[in-house]
């Protein structure tokens, strides 16, 4: 039903209820006014009667009561009749117009009175309704007399004022109906208008402002409408808007969410919502889980530890971290880490993520980190991450081998604290800075320098500084890595003293291939005199010796030149035994008398591959160097022995390899050679 209807409808109702209202309260006030002004006049009549009727009842007068009763009754036009009863309940005067009640017409009245109050009752005669008023005629006497008055003459007089009381609700029931329909209509078409637009506005259509000629009062309602539509329209395309970014957010999140309401006290959550990404994370669509329980969903949570968490949440409103945790159960398997928290509505979010992959990049990551170390302690280099302040970020283990401290990260230590041992930087001590330099020229640079073991004794290394640049292209950090170089500086010194050797050998090539000329010349001459010298003479013997001398000098002079490479050497197979003994009459000269030569030759030696003056030259060195050994008296050994070397023994010697070998042993009893002196000798041995 329409809003003009009913207001239409309210108009009419009220109008009609109003007149009847009216039509019924006028009527019984008329009546009554009526009745109480008929028993006024039946009781002004009963008192100007009583003197006169109580005397002629004292007279047994009935006439003259008759009479008296027929003028009260013919001169009011409401009384229909009136009676006496005389003091023992009879009838004793009367008048009637009209039909008399039927319970009257007997002789002995029975009506009840009350001596001391008018009784009034009702009938209903032949003519009408009668109103029966009974007045004492002394008070607390028996005697009375009854008054009939026409009640139809009153219920008339109260009918035609209700007829036109009638007529008149029903002409103004006319006119609020037209009122009405002009009242409705002018005050309801604004409202079905705002009305149709609200409609049109809770169901998100478009619309224009209103625009309704009406009085200042309208005017005023529409402008407030409208501004309302707008106020409203802003809110509602604010949530709109925050609407649409929640749900983006909601279904474009990395991380799976789904939002849950408390029941049983908390014990147990039902799933509300559950965006994309949990779907694909539970490898299960929403619509499956939504309405579920979530113990329902995932028998095994409690086991997870997250339903505690919720339920404390949603109890005392406080967010939580729930940590990773592995849930398994016999469709899903995963590490899960979870953020748990209560909206205002008292519904419980959590956020949540698969850690799985994270996990195991983690583990991964160890291990790789772990190899990195390994590999980077196992590096021969130390090699140490410097930032800017001279502190250490990381070394590897040959750092912490060289300074003997294994918490050097850890500690704060400095750069210049592990190798220089001082509280300064190493550019205080005029040693060149790698850190200070590679910040200043940002480019990778190569120092020599010197550190300090864990002793103090002095390490030459050669430090390689890289820089490690920030986003903005400043050195943050520096890569220092140190290369101990003392074995190539002795390297160096080797290469300089064999270089220096190497001219020395050629001067004694020079001389030698002289001095191998002149003994070509006396070793021809000696030839020649033997030839023409007698074997039996004395002199033959010692012509003998001189050439014996002079080949021993010319194998001496092939030996100088084949150490200045200007004579190839001659390899051949030879017994290493006879050789040797070849040489042990000049080697005992060559030692003198208080040094005892010890031959110890082995038994069936292999034969050898090798240049029998090389083998001569080795001899006589080693000697000269036992005789200068042994101050007075002294024992040189020289011994031979075939030898196996294994694979084993030649891992440890990388000089070698395993195979068959001919030992030469030679050993004195002397003092031997200090360090300097074996440091100078290292470059002078020969191939």
Not at 185 to 195: E, G, N, W
Not at 415 to 432: Q, R
Not at 463 to 484: H, M, W, Y
Not at 663 to 685: A, H, P, V, Y
Request: proline letters at 3%; one cysteine or more.
């Amino acid at each position: 039903m329409r809003l003009h209807t009913k207001i239409f409808l309210l108009i009419i109702a009220s109008t009609f209820a109003v007149g009847m209202g009216t039509s019924y309260l006028v009527g019984q006030m008329m009546y009554k006014g009526l009745d109480r002004e008929c028993k006024e006049q039946a009781q002004l009549i009963v008192q100007s009667l009583v003197s006169f009727i109580d005397h002629n009842m004292n007279d047994s007068d009935a006439d003259a009561v008759d009479k008296a009763l027929k003028v009260m009754v013919q001169l009011s036009k409401k009384i229909q009749y009136a009676y006496v009863i005389d003091h023992e309940g009879l009838l004793f005067a009367q008048f009637y117009e009209g039909a008399f009640p039927d319970e009257f017409s007997a002789i002995t009245h029975q009506h009840a009175f009350s001596t001391q109050s008018p009784v009034e009752v009702h009938h209903k005669t032949k003519i009408g309704r009668i109103h029966d008023i009974a007045y004492p005629l002394i008070e607390g006497r028996p005697a009375h007399v009854h008054i009939g008055t026409d009640e139809e003459y009153l219920y008339n007089q109260v009918s035609e004022l209700h007829r036109k009381i009638l007529i008149f609700t029903i002409s103004l029931m006319a006119l609020s109906t037209v009122f009405g329909i002009i009242t409705s209509r002018h005050i309801t078409r604004p409202l079905a208008v705002m009305s149709k637009a609200m409609i049109n506005f809770g169901k998100g259509k478009e619309y224009g402002a209103l625009s309704i000629n009406g009085d200042k009062d309208m005017n005023t309602l529409t402008q407030a409408f409208n501004q309302m539509i707008e106020d409203l329209e802003e809110v509602r395309s604010r949530q709109m808007l925050c609407e649409e970014r929640f749900r983006g957010i909601f279904e474009h999140i990395k991380s799976g969410v789904a939002v849950y309401e408390a029941v049983d006290d908390g014990n147990d959550f039902i799933f509300l919502d559950f965006n994309s990404r949990g779907e694909q994370l539970e490898n299960i669509q929403r619509k499956n889980l939504l309405g579920r329980r979530l113990t329902e969903a995932f028998p095994d949570v409690n086991k997870l530890g997250l339903l505690n968490v919720m339920r404390k949440v949603w109890k005392t409103g406080k967010p939580e971290h729930h940590p990773r945790a592995l849930y398994e159960d016999d469709k899903v398997t995963s590490w899960r880490e979870n953020f748990v928290y209560r909206i205002s509505n008292g519904e419980v979010v959590v956020v949540y993520e698969d850690v799985t992959e994270r996990m195991q990049m983690e583990v991964e990551l160890k291990h790789s980190r772990q190899l990195m170390q390994m590999v980077i302690d196992a590096f021969p280099q130390s090699m140490m991450v410097i930032n800017r302040d001279y502190s250490l970020a990381f070394v590897n283990k040959k750092v912490c081998d060289l300074s003997r401290k294994q918490d050097l990260v850890e500690s704060g230590i400095t750069c210049h604290e592990v190798y220089h041992h001082s509280e300064l930087p190493c550019s205080h001590a005029n040693h060149p800075c790698p850190l200070e330099r590679v910040v200043e020229t940002k480019k990778p640079m190569t120092f020599q320098h010197v550190h300090f073991d864990s002793e103090g004794l002095e390490m030459p290394v050669e430090i390689l500084a890289t820089p490690i640049f920030d986003n903005k292209g400043e050195v943050i950090q520096i890569i220092e890595s140190c290369r101990d170089v003392s074995h190539q500086q002795q390297l160096i010194a080797q290469l300089n003293q064999a270089q220096k050797m190497e001219s020395v050998g050629r001067l004694a090539g020079g001389v030698a291939h002289d001095f191998n000329n002149m003994l070509a010349v006396i070793l021809g001459n000696i030839e020649m005199a033997l030839m023409q010298v007698d074997t039996t003479q004395e002199i033959f013997s010692n012509l003998q010796e001189v050439r014996s001398a002079a080949i021993r000098s010319s194998n001496l002079t092939r030996q100088l030149l084949a150490f200045a490479r200007k004579q190839v050497t001659k390899p051949r197979v030879l017994d290493l035994n006879e050789t040797i003994e070849s040489m042990l009459k000049m080697l005992r000269r060559l030692i003198g008398e208080n040094i005892k030569l010890a031959w110890i030759p082995g038994d069936e030696l292999w034969s050898v591959l090798q240049d029998a003056s090389q083998i001569d030259q080795i001899l006589v060195n080693l000697s000269v160097n036992s005789r200068d050994a042994i101050k007075e008296n002294g024992e040189i050994a020289i011994k031979t022995r075939n030898e196996t070397l294994s694979p084993a023994y030649c891992a440890q010697n990388v000089d070698v390899i395993p195979g068959d070998y001919v030992l030469l042993e030679f050993s004195d009893n002397g003092i031997g050679m200090d360090s300097d002196t074996l440091k100078k000798i290292k470059g002078m041995e020969p191939d």
